[in-house]
């Protein structure tokens, strides 16, 4: 994988997501940019990479919240595991598998911030039905987000290291 | 990197991860973690622009005073008459007591700063251009033309992020008031005394409101939708205090404690949505 591709992808999601998502509020909820460029480099790139770059955007995502260190870095690192598992099975160009994929590690993501939400001890007084909204969006958004992302793939030079499916 | 050891950071780095999310609280993360909002500018501000411009175009604003135009020049006539002499009275108060020459309008002890982006998670918070080289300090309050934003919540060399009202971790007290027409037809404000509360709590409550849980029917009384929530929390400096924090939106019985009432508020404007804000430096 090229780092310098995959470092803009990081900059332009984590800058969508401070810049437009705001305007994009549905019920506290928004779509999330930097969960779809998750699910794309997981989805592409080799294992590897894969896992260290999806842990990377969330750690950028996190310093940009005031939610707390680690958690999207946690959440992205369940979402890019389960996106990896995932490779050999589906079809990674078609809408429906974006909106799956958007659905899953949205909904991966949503219990991991309403359980640091309820954590009595830490006192993260978060709202609890904003995640799942947030889940939603992004699954709604995913299909244009990374139909347009894939077509992109080229530039990212992604080996192949195994045999891929489709 | 062999797959083995490839395996052992990757483990290492999530286990590290869910220690930090679930032992340290947000407010000790704060601490340290570095602001960059700044250096997200070049891309966040554009599309907040793109963003504000089909906003606008999509949500057009209803008029939410339903008087005649004439009726709110004139009244706006009549408050700028009464600016001017409570202007000369505050100048002749502080000739009367020097240590309090801070007073008067906020915005002249004021720096505005351009809000860059939003959290990028799911609190309310704002990223500023602003940063601890020009001087920025912990705590300050921020607000906007229409009241009261927030405070800053963390600083760095590179950005700041303030934490709105609206957001659940933020508190404060308030009084309640209300504009309406005085028996000369000149429109006043006057303070709402609450039965046995001289204050209340407002916390935030997520998605541009904050709640008031604490008051009950009786304290209530004589409260009602639009009426104004002003400032009157010495947590904050004198020269905010009565400054418009929200107008009330809804009133009805808290759920699971019918003795009690849920009150909801809202600022005047999208807070998360400003595209500059003022923050208060003296």
């Not at chain 2, 009244?75 to 000369?88: D, G, Q, T």
């Not at chain 2, 002890?109 to 809000?115: E, G, I, L």
Request: contains cysteine.
């Amino acid at each position: 994988m090229r780092w310098i591709v995959y470092f803009i992808l990081a900059y332009v999601a984590v800058g969508l997501q401070v810049g437009l998502a705001p305007f994009l509020r549905y019920n506290d909820g928004s779509p999330n940019f930097v969960l779809l460029a998750v699910i794309f480099i997981a989805l592409n790139a080799p294992r590897e990479p894969a896992l260290l770059g999806a842990f990377m955007l969330g750690m950028l995502q996190d310093l940009m919240t005031t939610q707390g260190l680690g958690i999207y870095a946690f959440s992205y690192g369940l979402a890019a595991m389960f996106t990896i598992s995932t490779q050999e099975i589906v079809y990674r160009e078609h809408p429906l598998t974006h909106l799956t994929l958007g659905l899953v590690t949205g909904l991966i993501t949503a219990v991991v911030l309403v359980l640091h939400a309820c954590a009595p001890w830490l006192h993260a007084t978060s709202p609890l039905k904003a995640p799942f909204i947030s889940a939603i969006l992004t699954a709604a958004a995913a299909p244009f987000v990374l139909g347009a992302l894939q077509q992109m793939k080229r530039l990212f030079a992604f080996k192949s290291e195994r045999r891929r499916g489709y | 990197m062999s797959a083995l050891r490839f395996h052992h950071v990757f483990f290492l780095l999530m286990l590290l991860a869910l220690v930090s999310t679930f032992s340290l609280s947000p407010e000790r993360s704060a601490k340290i973690t570095p602001q960059i909002q700044t250096l997200f500018a070049p891309i966040a501000s554009p599309a907040r622009a793109v963003g504000r411009m089909i906003s606008e175009r999509v949500s057009k604003s209803a008029s939410v005073d339903p008087r005649p135009a004439d009726a709110i020049a004139t009244e706006n006539e009549s408050l700028r008459v009464l600016n001017a002499s409570l202007i000369v009275q505050l100048e002749d108060l502080k000739r009367l007591n020097a240590d309090r020459a801070v007073l008067g309008d906020v915005r002249k002890v004021s720096k505005v700063y351009t809000v860059i982006g939003n959290d990028a998670g799911l609190r309310e918070s704002l990223s500023i251009g602003g940063s601890s080289l020009e001087g920025l300090q912990f705590d300050q309050p921020v607000i906007f033309i229409g009241g009261i934003v927030g405070r800053i919540s963390q600083i760095g060399v590179a950005g700041a992020k303030v934490q709105l009202i609206t957001d659940p971790k933020s508190a404060l007290t308030a009084t309640f008031g209300r504009f309406r027409a005085g028996e000369d037809g000149h429109t006043e404000f006057v303070h709402l005394k609450l039965a046995s509360a001289a204050t209340v709590l407002v916390q935030g409550a997520g998605n541009n409101t904050m709640v008031i849980n604490t008051l009950t029917l009786e304290q209530a009384q004589g409260i009602q939708p639009r009426d104004r929530l002003i400032l009157a929390d010495d947590a904050w400096p004198a020269n905010l205090q009565g400054y418009t924090i929200g107008e009330v939106t809804t009133i009805e019985p808290r759920p699971g404690s019918p003795l009690y009432l849920k009150i909801t508020l809202t600022p005047s404007a999208k807070l998360f949505q400003l595209k500059d804000v003022l923050v208060v430096v003296k």
